[in-house]
């Protein structure tokens, strides 16, 4: 089965951002996206609301709720308390603990699962309290020990950072090299029986690529380069174009 399409709004709420006005709209966007056959929305509320806003919250869960009962929201973070209280407050269907600094401008790492292993245990059990899918941000390394400890403190999926792919635009090679060590830790993320995600810099060109690399990827969450695809394609034809790349019948 074709990897699903969370498209993760945060690019647009940073545009909106830049004044105090309305527009552009993240529900109106998160509504387009969803009746494009988008699986789900994502967003990340840092603690500054830099972009997604905590007042943004309750609207995306009353869209879905509302409008798209099958779709998911996706929300993800640093399990910080202030996190969790949103998480607990807005129920997404999924939540995604990544190991940011709230000073990053974006993820751009992995956890370090043996480091961070009482840590993760302690928060997915609360989260898993409210019945969520966890999911925890995975550098793509082949590491069998420290994807079994992700498996043993109760997370659902892991999903793969892929960052590093996605800056080998202009390198072919290098691309296909980290396609494969990223298609490495899936396996054995699925071997220990965690479904597997993916995201960061992901575009209609390299998607394909790792589809087809890891045939059981789960879920592909996806915000900049969509956002920038949607301001020369719109918004509607740039989800159905990420779903045609994700392998989807569109």
């Not at 943004?56 to 869209?63: F, S, V």
């Not at 603990?97 to 370090?112: C, E, K, Y």
């Amino acid at each position: 089965m074709a990897a699903k399409l969370s498209v993760n709004l945060n690019a647009i709420a940073m545009l909106r951002n830049r004044r105090d006005l309305p527009w552009p709209s993240v529900t109106g966007l998160g509504r387009i996206a969803l009746e494009a056959g988008a699986s789900g929305l994502t967003v990340h509320p840092r603690p500054d609301q830099r972009h997604i806003r905590f007042s943004d919250l309750a609207p995306i869960r009353t869209l879905i709720d509302g409008s798209f009962p099958g779709a998911e929201f996706n929300m993800e973070g640093f399990p910080e308390e202030g996190f969790l209280r949103l998480v607990e407050e807005h129920r997404p269907e999924q939540v995604t603990l990544v190991p940011d600094d709230p000073s990053q401008a974006t993820s751009d790492h992995g956890w370090d699962f043996r480091k961070d292993r009482a840590l993760l245990e302690k928060v997915i059990g609360r989260v898993k309290q409210l019945g969520q899918r966890v999911s925890l941000f995975a550098d793509g390394d082949p590491d069998r020990e420290a994807l079994k400890i992700a498996k043993d403190v109760g997370a659902d999926r892991i999903e793969l950072y892929t960052g590093p792919y996605g800056g080998c635009y202009d390198d072919p090679a290098q691309a296909a090299r980290l396609a494969e060590t990223l298609g490495q830790t899936a396996e054995i993320a699925l071997d220990l029986g965690l479904d597997v995600n993916a995201g960061h810099d992901l575009t209609v060109a390299n998607l394909p690529a790792l589809a087809a690399r890891i045939p059981a990827l789960a879920e592909v969450s996806i915000g900049h380069g969509l956002t920038a695809d949607a301001l020369v394609y719109g918004m509607a034809e740039t989800v159905r174009r990420f779903r045609r790349a994700c392998g989807q019948n569109v």
